[in-house]
């Protein structure tokens, strides 16, 4: 049997013009939770809804369980789903909730009762069985749908934002429950959000996508330190942008030209000497030095313009010689006053090249 649960070949799916998933290829191990991450529009929904058997792709196949399903309708599919909007049924108590799924598979009485009792165990709702979805707080109705979703215990969970509708504290709360739940069952699930916290928090590999396309896939380690394209560096954390040229390759480092100045950094990716390149930083990968204090490599004098506190950490705002404002963040241990001279280091393990320029 394929290593695979969930495949995406080559899945091209339009609306009329508008080409909301591109040849998008997608492959999702046994036990894996893959999270679909990128900016409203980007087409993470349809790329779940043709998963689900909801849209049939325009182009390309869907294989569930090492099975092409491109033809198989829903419910058919084995599947638990969790959506934005709660949608449970108001009229009825958070017991019969959970019961219809077996209900409609048409269980033995007895055996719906154990699997109802272990599902509301698993989200911690017991005792509010008889309760009215009306009487329950957004967290708890969200968590009666996960329980729904999984109560037949499908092979694979489909989750499309489903914390989008719930505060930030208890979205916070609810992504560990998730995560939890997801591993216990030992099912395998892809998890739609644009929120890039939550998809750090929660998953096994994240897949980024742009314009209906993944523009890379790899562990929340990967994506967050080694972004390969400015596009997935942009909308993961914060980060600081600089244009460059390559003058040398050492090994496993390059040498890198900004406006006169030169740096020795990290090579990620196949390089050539003279190529356009941009140095990606993130504000909590840089040092400030107090001024005088060391000299060498990947030293900068700078000025401070801006401190801003933000509690666990504190913000400046510097200029390089080349007059380019960067951010750093420090712990805060060390104060510097805005206007005062500094040196800025860029240690070359956490600086990265993006091998496009802007
Ligand atoms: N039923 C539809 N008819 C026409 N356009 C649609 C329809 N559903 C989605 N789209 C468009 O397809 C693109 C991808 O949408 P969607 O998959 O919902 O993105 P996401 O879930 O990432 O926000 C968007 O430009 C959206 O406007
Ligand atoms: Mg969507």
New binding site residues.
């Given amino acids: 049997m394929s290593e695979w649960m969930i495949e995406l070949h080559e899945v091209s799916k339009r609306?009329?013009d508008?080409i909301?998933n591109d040849r998008l290829s997608l492959h999702v191990k046994k036990g894996e939770l893959i999270t679909l991450l990128?900016p409203?529009?980007?087409?993470?929904?349809?790329a779940m809804r043709c998963i689900t058997g909801q849209h049939r792709p325009d182009e390309g196949r869907v294989f569930i369980g090492g099975n092409d399903v491109t033809d198989v309708p829903t419910h058919k599919r084995d599947l638990g789903m969790v959506f934005q909007n709660f949608a449970l049924f108001p009229h009825m108590t958070v017991y019969d909730n959970v019961d219809f799924p077996l209900m409609i598979r048409g269980l033995p009485k007895e055996q719906r009762r154990a699997l109802v009792a272990d599902a509301l165990r698993l989200i911690r709702m017991e005792g509010l069985e008889q309760r009215s979805p009306r009487q329950l707080s957004g967290g708890q109705q969200q968590r009666v749908g996960l329980a729904r979703a999984l109560v037949y215990r499908p092979k694979v969970l489909l989750l499309d934002e489903p914390l989008s509708n719930l505060d930030a504290k208890l979205r916070e709360e609810m992504r560990f429950e998730i995560k939890e739940v997801v591993t216990k069952l030992e099912m395998t699930a892809v998890y739609?959000t644009h929120d890039q916290a939550e998809a750090l928090a929660l998953s096994d590999r994240v897949a980024v996508m742009k314009d209906g396309r993944i523009q890379q896939i790899g562990t929340p380690r990967d994506i967050y330190e080694t972004p390969r394209t400015l596009f997935v560096a942009d909308f993961i954390g914060l980060s600081d942008f600089i244009q460059g040229n390559v003058l040398a390759i050492e090994n496993d480092r390059a040498r890198i030209s900004i406006d006169g100045l030169q740096l020795r950094v990290n090579r990620t990716s196949d390089l050539t000497v003279g190529q356009a390149v941009t140095l990606f930083v993130r504000p909590n990968n840089l040092e400030l030095l107090d001024a005088g204090a060391e000299t060498g490599e990947n030293v900068f004098e700078a000025s401070i313009s801006k401190m801003t506190y933000l509690g666990d950490t504190i913000d400046y705002r510097v200029i390089l010689p080349n007059r380019q404002e960067l951010r750093v963040q420090t712990d805060g241990q060390r104060r510097f006053e805005p206007g005062s001279e500094v040196l800025v280091r860029f240690p070359p393990d956490r600086c990265h090249l993006i091998a496009e320029s802007e």
């Fill in positions: 609306y009329g508008l909301a990128g409203s529009g980007c087409g993470k929904t349809t739609v």
